[in-house]
Nanobody, 117 residues
Framework: QVQLAESGGGLVQAGGSLRVSCAAS???????????MAWYRQAPGKQRELVAE???????NYADSVKGRFTISIDNAKNTVYLQMNSLKPEDTAVYYC????????WGQGTQVTISS
């Protein structure tokens, strides 16, 4: 089993920045087998969508809506993934969920990000 602990959500004004973090914990062999970590988000009344994902080798993939504004990074030694969000827009408001995939598929509890106009 892997536990994912998100932090860093909050309320910011449009145009501002925010960084969310997700630390994975669990058995060493299970953590070592994680190949992908990602951030998803779900806005009220909408489906959960991929925001960004990263591999242990630091290959990245972004949703078109966040390209050029968001940056995903990973600290392999700490099993932690970060999402730096810049130039935030009201439409970025959502619950942001951390996801890790390896021997299993694990989700964090989510952290609320609210952008005021």
């Amino acid at each position: 089993q892997v536990q994912l602990a998100e932090s860093g959500g909050g309320l910011v004004q449009a145009g501002g920045s925010l960084r969310v973090s997700c630390a994975a914990s669990g058995r060493f062999d299970t953590l070592s087998a994680i190949m992908f970590m990602a951030w998803y988000r779900q806005a009220p009344g909408k489906q959960r969508e991929l925001v960004a994902e990263i591999t242990r080798g630091r290959s990245t993939n972004y949703a078109d809506s966040v390209k050029g504004r968001f940056t995903i990074s990973i600290d392999n030694a700490k099993n932690t993934v970060y999402l730096q969000m810049n130039s935030l827009k009201p439409e970025d408001t959502a619950v942001y969920y951390c996801n890790a995939r390896g021997r299993g598929n694990w989700w964090g509890q989510g952290t609320q990000v609210t952008i005021s106009s």
